[in-house]
């Protein structure tokens, strides 16, 4: 395994750097998503909970006909 030395700060600054980029990604992704699909997304996951054994292919491709593009 290397030894980093005195090096930890400097990984952990490149850490905290990157975690921030992902967070302001995932922030910038929900700000600006399709929020026409959110009451098709609550229905299939509603009738997915509600009777997995009947959720079927077939309605699945039903509600994702109804799913918008972002």
Known sequence: ???????WELLMDIGAFLL??????AMWRNA???????A???QATHELYA????YDKQRE???RSQV???
């Open 1 to 7: 395994m290397p030894s980093f030395g005195g090096h």
């Open 61 to 63: 491709a039903e509600l």
């Open 40 to 42: 098709v997304t609550e």
């Open 32 to 38: 600006h998503r399709n929020k026409a699909n959110d």
């Open 20 to 25: 921030g980029l992902v967070l302001a990604w």
């Open 51 to 54: 009777d997995p054994d009947h």
């Open 68 to 70: 918008r593009p972002n």
